[in-house]
């Protein structure tokens, strides 16, 4: 008898020690989803009101009103208003470099259009985003923080080894430099894209010809050999 007492004792205890850790995980995680929820209510506070109102003219303070929160309460989850552009470019630019199907194309030249039009799909299903991020010249250099946006260099560097591979293949002259290209492919697509995202456009006009018409004209300048003043540096 006394050992079967120590015995259910001893199951009791452990699962009382057992229940205590579960419980103090439990709280943990719930204030870790917690900050999470904070921290994204931050952030889509503050892209609402850079996009609507600019990136200089909005405050931590004007953000907290947002949402209803003291200003020393968005510091703890963020340092400085810089660090919440920073958060919300790093997202931009995740949504944008997530894989997609050009990586599965095999013609090269095709492989280019799907790439750049990428950008102008962005730009219609992320309109806040593109804007914050190509729109806006008051906020922050993300060379601020080149080591958190190493992604984004290293996605455009993939590009212009594409196109330099495409050069190689005699797809486009021998003499054609890769990053200008790209320069001019991106210039092609985003001018087409602010016109659609900023109203410049005729109430019937169709703006996705116009980004295709506009991207097929670089596009076949640069392969029918038409020769360009532009030169650029690597992309970075």
Partial sequence: MPSNNVKILNTVQRSSVKWH??????????????????????LDAARDLFVA??????????????????PAAIYGYFPSKDDIFLALAEEGFRILFAPGDEM???????????????LYEFSKEHPEYFALMFLDRSVPPISKDWQRFGFVREMKGFMAAHIQSVIDQGL??????????????????????????CGRLGPHDDADALARDTFEAALTGLRTGIPHTFHSEPCE
């Fill in 104 to 118: 599965s194309i095999a013609d090269p030249i095709d492989k280019i259009r799907a790439g750049f039009w990428r």
């Fill in 172 to 197: 486009l002259p021998p003499d054609t430099q890769a990053d200008a290209v790209f320069r001019i492919l991106a210039a092609a697509i985003h001018g087409a894209a602010v016109m659609r995202l």
């Fill in 21 to 42: 850790k579960e419980g103090q995980l439990g709280v943990k995680e719930r204030h870790e989803r917690e900050r999470e929820a904070v921290a994204r209510a931050i």
């Fill in 53 to 70: 109102e600019g990136y200089q003219n909005v405050s931590i303070r004007k953000i907290a009103e947002k949402i209803e929160y003291s």
